[in-house]
Each structure stands twice: as structure tokens, then as C-alpha cells.
């Protein structure tokens, strides 16, 4: 994928993405029967259908960029993919000095976003699970590095998140999926979604203001990193309630713009596999 040329690159991917959606018979079952979770009662068969087939294609398609960043790293042509809106809520919440949450997510390509914002001199690190295969960790983590952020595995790292945020860096944490993480049950698509705690423990106890960031894919094979403003965390008094409306905020994100372009997300992954009355 870095030798050849970007043009051709998308097309075998793309034509890679379609394959795996004909063939990759489980993961297809799981990423129709998510989105018709999701969409049923407002989505055609033939709409999920059609959607679930551009979630394969989109995931090749993205895996080119993240595979080819240090071509374009090397060569100056981020800044020709890429587009920013709201950049200024990032540098506001930065201008706090106590540290920012990155929320962001499996959505778009989040590795073109951390490129981008390395290369703008955003002190940055962002929190991942390591990879089940240690060679595509191996190839993951070595991107990161040479686009210029660090990677922070999640299950080693309590020590250096604490010390990134107290030092002001913006601290990615892709926080929308089913892990095995301290979490709360809060609705994502009408049905209860076991969720990271996280970025909200952190926040009270540091000060760090919480900021969206999506990168997300355009049309034209382009990219817009979109920035929203802060969050704002109610604080009643009551900690166990407000751990779970601030949660519900979060998850209200990640919904609202996974529900806009939702062939950009990873239906195949098993968000609502814990419920409440397995506990």
C-alpha cells in the first residue's frame, strides 16, 4: 500500500473491503444484525443491507491512509487531505493547562486525525487497546510513532495518562467500545451499552476539560477532523448518578455522529454483548 499509488491503493482496497463482505460470513451476520438493532425500525432491509456492505469497504478504504501516513508525513501532504473545523475548542480547552480528553472513537480514521494534529505541535498521546495480532500492533503503534504522537497501551498506562494530563497534553481515549474496562450501563441506539467510565473519572479528578474529536471521510476521499466544544459534567453532589449522566453525555456523542454517517463505525463489534442482568 506505500509503494503504490493512492488512486490505485482505494481500488484494490476497495474491491478488498467488498470481498471481505461477501466472504467474512460471521462478521457480515454481526454487522447486519447490530444495525438493524439500531435502525430497524426506521431503516429498510435493503437500507442495512447496502450500509453494512460500505462499513467493509470503508474499513479498507481507511486502512490505506493509516497504512500509507509516513508517505504522506514525508512528503507534506497532509495538510492537502485534510480539513479542520472548530480547531479553536481544542486550543481553548488546552489554554485551561490542566490537560484534555481527546473523545473520540472507531470511527472515520481516527490515525489521519492524530497525524494531523501531531504535525499542528498539539501535544498529543493517544490510549489504545493493544491489537490481537502483535504484528498489526507492531505496525500500528510503529505509525503512531512516526506520525509523531505516542501510543499509551490501555492495560500498562494509569501512570503516564495521569502524568500526560498533568504536563497538558491532549489525551486520546477511544472510549466506544465494549471492553473490559470500569464502566455503567447507558443507552446507545435505545438499548443499554456497557461503557468507560474513564474519560469522566479523569475529568472531575484532574479538571481536564473532555473534547470531541471525529475524522471523518469525505466524498472525495478527503477528510474532515471535526472539533466540537467542551463537554460540560453535571456535578450534584451525588457521585454514583453523575458518573452515569455524565457517561450518558458521552455516549450521546458517539451516537449523534455515528447515527449521521454510520457506515463509518464498525458494526461488526459486539457493543451491546454485556447487558445489566448479566452482572
Do not use: C
Not at 508525513?73 to 492537502?80: A, P, R, T
Not at 500526560?164 to 443499554?192: I, M, Q
Not at 450518558?248 to 449523534?256: F, G, H, I, R
Amino acid at each position: 500500500l506505500r509503494k503504490i499509488s493512492r488512486a490505485f491503493a482505494f481500488r484494490l482496497m476497495r474491491f478488498s473491503g467488498t470481498l471481505a463482505y461477501l466472504f467474512a460470513a460471521g462478521e457480515r451476520k454481526k454487522t447486519i444484525r447490530h444495525l438493524t438493532l439500531a435502525f430497524g425500525h426506521e431503516k429498510s432491509p435493503e437500507e442495512i443491507r447496502r450500509i453494512a456492505g460500505n462499513v467493509f469497504i470503508h474499513l479498507g478504504m481507511a486502512a490505506v491512509d493509516m497504512v500509507r501516513l509516513p508517505v504522506y508525513i514525508e512528503q507534506g501532504l497532509l495538510n492537502q487531505l485534510i480539513d479542520s473545523e472548530g480547531f479553536h475548542h481544542l486550543e481553548n480547552a488546552l489554554a485551561k493547562g490542566k490537560g484534555v480528553i481527546v473523545l473520540t472513537g472507531h470511527f472515520g480514521n481516527w490515525e489521519v486525525g492524530g497525524a494531523w494534529l501531531a504535525q499542528k505541535g498539539v501535544p498529543f498521546k493517544v490510549v489504545g487497546t493493544p491489537l490481537y495480532d502483535p504484528r498489526l500492533d507492531e505496525i500500528l503503534v510503529g505509525t503512531r510513532n512516526q506520525a509523531g504522537y505516542e501510543n499509551i497501551a490501555r492495560s500498562k498506562g494509569t501512570r503516564e495518562i495521569i502524568r500526560s494530563l498533568k504536563k497538558n497534553y491532549a489525551l486520546a481515549l477511544l472510549v466506544d467500545l465494549d471492553t473490559k474496562v470500569e464502566g455503567v450501563f447507558v443507552d446507545f441506539f435505545n438499548r443499554p451499552a456497557h461503557t468507560a467510565t474513564g474519560p469522566v473519572i479523569l475529568s472531575q479528578r484532574f479538571g481536564s476539560p473532555i473534547v470531541p474529536v471525529f475524522a471523518r471521510m469525505l466524498k472525495d476521499m478527503t477528510y474532515r477532523i471535526e472539533f466540537d466544544k467542551e463537554i460540560e459534567l453535571v456535578n450534584t453532589g451525588d457521585a454514583e448518578k453523575d458518573l452515569i449522566t455524565n457517561t450518558q453525555k458521552l455516549s450521546d456523542v458517539y451516537e449523534k455522529v455515528i447515527r449521521q454517517y454510520p457506515d463509518q463505525w464498525i458494526w461488526m463489534h459486539e457493543r451491546w454483548k454485556k447487558q445489566p442482568e448479566d452482572k
